[in-house]
């Protein structure tokens, strides 16, 4: 019998009773093909303090097919925020609208992506030579009644100096923007492939603690490279808060364990996140949304474990099938031993 555990979530009326203060100190990256409503409310299982993030939503296709294909969410992701990509002052400000309605608790403009596709939208990294249109884009953005946030490169290319990065920071904090996620790398926005831009250009976090140091009016968090408690807990002593990324959609337990260490609480088991998850499933399977869809993030849920291995292959090979439901991830549970997974996880 798998055992029943109620996740403790933030209801949208209770997260609009707190405070946003601290809720940034732990956040998972936007990630595209990742970060996506199913995966986010299994995420939200693990972790009820983490702020979470959608994919990046382009806001000219937001702009003319509405807020119906991008935005739906569930009520238990709170805190969650909607990442934009897109340089019309115009059409942003209508995606912030949309988000306000749609009850988001932040909207973010994406100037970290370095793919070519971004870039031919022109917006992502390729916005950081052009602090004064972001600055327009952040005033565009505000006056809906959420924070704007920014999500940005230490550099781009060759301008990725302290100067660079200090005066693209100053004129964008003086259109009203408070809170900056900066990955720790520079962007090579030609050359490399968006995953070498994740890998190739070396991390440098002297840069974003510096940053911090000379305006510590601002909220700064940390992105890139940070896969593991010591170095979560490393930059939490420099700046306000870190994003992680794919450390934790490869490994999810972790980021339960992160929540945990930073803001208290039981976490639950694999096991009992996974049975909390189910009546989800069910009523997404219901709605029509096929099995694998909701079954990615699980895959590596339980990576250190023993039956890890028997867990992946059988939801690989069975959710793919057609009328596969919930009780193709009953019967992968069931090849997991819990025993010594219970015991480890409560150490």
């Known amino acids: 019998m798998i055992p029943v555990f109620v996740a403790t979530v933030l209801t949208m009326g209770e997260y609009d009773r707190a405070s946003h203060a601290g809720h940034r100190r732990l956040c998972v990256a936007p990630m595209m093909d990742w970060t996506d409503r199913h995966a986010r409310y299994f995420l939200r299982l693990l972790a009820p303090r983490a702020f979470l993030y959608t994919e990046m939503v382009p806001a000219a296709g937001l702009w003319h097919a509405g807020g119906e294909r991008f935005l739906p969410f569930d009520p238990s992701e709170h805190p969650v925020a909607l990442q934009l990509g897109g340089s019309d002052p115009e059409r942003l400000s209508f995606g912030a609208a949309q988000a306000a309605a749609w009850g988001y608790d932040e909207v973010n403009l994406n100037v970290g992506c370095p793919s070519d596709r971004v870039q031919a939208g022109q917006f992502g990294a390729c916005l950081m030579a052009e602090p004064e249109l972001v600055a327009r884009c952040v005033r565009a953005l505000a006056g809906h009644g959420i924070p704007v946030t920014v999500k940005t490169r230490i550099g781009i290319d060759h301008r990725d100096d302290d100067a660079f990065l200090d005066a693209f920071i100053d004129t964008v904090a003086e259109a009203g923007c408070r809170t900056f996620i900066v990955h720790a790398r520079k962007a090579w926005l030609s050359g490399l492939s968006p995953r070498q831009n994740r890998e190739v250009p070396?991390?440098?976090?002297?840069?974003?603690?510096?940053?911090?140091?000379?305006?510590?009016?601002?909220?700064?968090?940390?992105?890139?490279?940070?896969?593991?408690?010591?170095?979560?807990?490393?930059?939490?002593?420099?700046?306000?808060?870190?994003?992680?990324?794919?450390a934790v959609v490869h490994s999810p337990y972790l980021l339960a364990e992160w929540d945990h260490a930073l803001f208290g609480g039981t976490p639950p088991t694999r096991h009992e996140a996974v049975a909390a998850y189910l009546p989800y499933v069910e009523r997404q399977r219901a709605a029509g949304v096929r099995l694998p869809a909701m079954t990615k993030i699980l895959l590596g849920l339980?990576?250190?474990?023993?039956?890890?291995?028997?867990?992946?292959?059988?939801?690989?090979?069975?959710?793919?099938?057609p009328a596969a439901g919930v009780e193709v991830?009953?019967?992968?549970?069931?090849?997991?031993?819990?025993?010594?997974?219970?015991?480890?996880?409560?150490?």
Request: glycine share 8%; proline share 5%.
């Open 202 to 246: 070396p991390l440098n976090c002297q840069r974003v603690w510096w940053l911090k140091q000379r305006r510590p009016d601002l909220e700064v968090v940390i992105n890139g490279g940070i896969t593991d408690w010591e170095g979560v807990r490393a930059q939490l002593r420099r700046v306000d808060g870190v994003m992680v990324g794919r």
């Open 329 to 347: 991830i009953e019967a992968a549970l069931a090849r997991v031993p819990r025993s010594r997974i219970a015991e480890s996880e409560r150490a």
């Open 302 to 321: 339980f990576n250190g474990c023993r039956g890890a291995k028997a867990w992946r292959r059988y939801l690989s090979e069975h959710a793919p099938r």
